[in-house]
């Protein structure tokens, strides 16, 4: 469980400092050109979820979030013996949202700075916590859709 809380610490701490860094160096709306015509970092807030889901309604979201690291916690980690793959897959998952959350309560929205654009479509802005989240998200259906070969993989101690 070590690597689990490891991988969400981490996440977490990286994700808020670099929201925080952008945050004291940079203004709302400001965009630096990394890659000329592929990738800015752009400073903005996302009232909302992804794609600006459910914008302006940061409490619900703040609800759900935790809502669902209860669920992750009691149903997916709480009395499990987790595989080293799966520690990860969670702790990302767990730091990603955590993240976000950290946003939400201090912020009052979520602060989004990846600005890339691809093949002429400029897709929504994104952070670091939302890759946590995504990537989590593929570790968790690569382990689903590969099963349980060793017979120890999520089994209750």
């Known amino acids: 469980m070590k690597k689990l809380y490891g991988f969400a610490f ?36 996302n009232t909302g979820a ?17 809502a669902v690291l209860n669920i992750i916690y009691f149903f997916f980690i709480k009395g499990k013996k987790l595989t080293i793959f799966e520690q990860v897959s969670y702790g990302l998952l767990v730091g990603g949202i955590m993240g976000n ?11 989004d700075y990846l600005d890339f654009n691809i093949f002429g479509y400029n897709f929504p802005i994104f952070n670091l916590a939302d890759i946590a989240i ?10 689903v859709i590969k099963g349980d070969k060793d017979g120890v993989s999520s089994k209750t101690k």
């Open 101 to 111: 959350l950290v946003d939400r309560v201090v912020h009052m929205q979520v602060i």
């Open 134 to 143: 995504v990537v989590s998200m593929i570790l968790i259906a690569i382990q």
């Open 10 to 45: 981490g996440t977490l701490l990286l994700d808020q400092i670099v929201k925080n860094l952008l945050l004291f160096f940079m203004n709302y709306g400001q965009s630096i050109s990394v890659i000329n015509g592929f990738f800015n970092i752009t400073l903005v807030g």
């Open 50 to 66: 992804a794609f600006s889901i459910l914008s302006s309604n940061t409490i619900l979201l703040i609800v759900i979030s935790l």
